[in-house]
T-cell receptor, first 114, second 112 residues
């Protein structure tokens, strides 16, 4: 079974630039999550989708971050404009409906903002 | 106080050692508890759930004390392949499904 796919794997940008990340969850997983993991910290939830609807975006910095999952399958996370403190690994995860307990994570996108 | 707090680590142990990780959580309404494992520069993966009665999976034993809001993970007979960061995770219900709160993780390094 294919896992969660993410791209790009690495991205280096300068502050104030824009960047977008893509995620394709495991087939059949209606719930999709974006996490931010800063070095030395645990993953922090940014946004959770159920199909194409947002379930929780309370920790998403909406002045600069946006995410969408238009067709209820793959998703994009965008940062515009980026700040130095956005340097982190952005992890996408998916789970079956009602199975929040076991989330399957993608390999992540490592973002460096210079 | 952070929602999920773990031993700072790192833990450096020889092969064959027994090592224990502790974790406390602040939300008494938390419902479910887990340990995830994260290898260096890799994604987190579910290691095991934690139940009030305690549960064991091979060399790994997890315990939960709801009264003390305390979770533990015991690894017996450590292997080199156990070297990783162990994340304590709490599920807080709310909204549609609630969300997972991850601790900072405790790094384990098993040496030959």
């Amino acid at each position: 079974e294919a896992g969660v796919a993410q791209s790009p794997r690495y991205k280096i940008i300068e502050k104030r630039q824009s960047v977008a990340f893509w995620c394709n969850p495991i087939s059949g997983h209606a719930t999709l999550y974006w996490y931010q993991q800063i070095l030395g910290q645990g993953p922090k939830l940014l946004i959770q989708f159920q199909n194409n609807g947002v379930v929780d975006d309370s920790q998403l910095p909406k002045d600069r971050f946006s995410a969408e999952r238009l067709k209820g399958v793959d998703s994009t996370l965008k940062i515009q404009p980026a700040k130095l403190e956005d340097s982190a690994v952005y992890l996408c995860a998916s789970s079956l409906p009602g199975s929040i307990n076991e989330q399957f994570f993608g390999p992540g996108t490592r973002l460096t903002v210079l | 106080r952070k929602e999920v707090e773990q031993d700072p680590g790192p833990f450096n142990v020889p092969e064959g050692a027994t090592v224990a990780f502790n974790c406390t959580y602040s939300n008494s309404a938390s419902q479910s508890f887990f340990w995830y494992r994260q290898d260096c520069r890799k994604e987190p993966k579910l290691l095991m759930s934690v139940y009030s009665s305690g549960n064991e999976d091979g060399r790994f034993t997890a315990q939960l004390n709801r009264a003390s809001q305390y979770i533990s993970l015991l690894i017996r007979d450590s292997k080199l392949s156990d070297s990783a960061t162990y994340l304590c995770v709490v599920h807080n219900y709310g909204g549609s499904q609630g969300n997972l709160i991850f601790g900072k993780g405790t790094k384990l390094s098993v040496k030959p």
